[in-house]
């Protein structure tokens, strides 16, 4: 914990993950969502974070992506369509360096002054719920 101007700042013990999407993304939901209001650049501007497990190094980091890289791919797929049948097939490590730019962050502030809480993602249209 660390203070502020009088408030409490906790330092979370979690790596951030910030991904970007990049062309082929952009393409496939100009595919799938043919409308006037979505636009590349709008696209472009969907920026996600996730909270990971804290690594020692980068390599560790990646190694863990390499391995998780299907859920978060299906996240950012979910964001936009949330119908699996129209996701690309090719979820994998190679699809995902080319469907995203991704910077992993070390140090994670909390500056909000109440509790952390999660909630699980809300059910899909036909009322299970959705496993990444």
Known sequence: MNESEGREIWFLNRDVLVVHPLDPFVAWVGSVDE????????????TNAFLLPEFDDDDEAREWLRENCDAIFELM??????????????????????????ERIETAW???DEPLSSDPPPPDLDGTTWDA
């Open 35 to 46: 409308s006037d209001a979505v636009t590349p650049e709008f696209i472009r501007s969907s």
């Open 77 to 102: 797929l979910s964001d936009w369509i949330i119908t699996p049948e129209l996701w690309p097939e090719d979820r994998g490590w190679r699809e995902f360096q080319r469907w995203f730019s991704f």
């Open 110 to 112: 909390d500056l909000v």
